[in-house]
């Protein structure tokens, strides 16, 4: 089955930093976009960051910019959501894609199903 999951999500303290795991399965990551999302309650879907596989190349959003990691591990099929200095809105559910043609929302054709981050102030 072709599917991604995420996991590493749940309670962490405000400040503290959790890493997030996007693992493929039923294919692989060889020269794609894979971003992450996050989805906090009544707000629309916030994009993070992505990586392009092949070269590793990475693209954040500003709104995340110097506090969030993308890494990716082509053996192991997953690439890595490092967050850092986590604060109370950064409680969300996080979600990774994956795209043939970029990194915006539109372009993602296959995602996961989310894993829930709750930050504790």
């Known amino acids: 089955e072709v599917q991604l999951v995420e996991s590493g999500g749940g309670l962490v303290q405000a400040g503290g930093s959790l890493r997030l795991s996007c693992v493929a399965s039923g294919f692989t990551f060889d020269n794609v976009a894979v971003a992450w999302f996050r989805q906090a309650p009544g707000k629309q879907r916030e994009s993070l960051g992505c990586?392009?596989?092949?070269?590793?190349?990475?693209h954040y959003a500003d709104s995340v910019q110097g506090r969030v990691t993308i890494s990716s591990d082509n053996a192991k099929n997953t690439v890595y959501l490092q967050m850092n200095n986590l604060q109370s809105e950064d409680t969300a559910v996080y979600y990774c894609?994956?795209?043939?043609?970029?990194?915006?929302?539109?372009?993602?054709?296959?995602w996961g199903k989310g894993t829930q981050v709750i930050v504790s102030s």
């Open positions: 894609g994956k795209g043939f043609h970029g990194c915006v929302e539109g372009l993602m054709d296959l």
């Open positions: 990586i392009i596989t092949g070269d590793g190349m990475t």
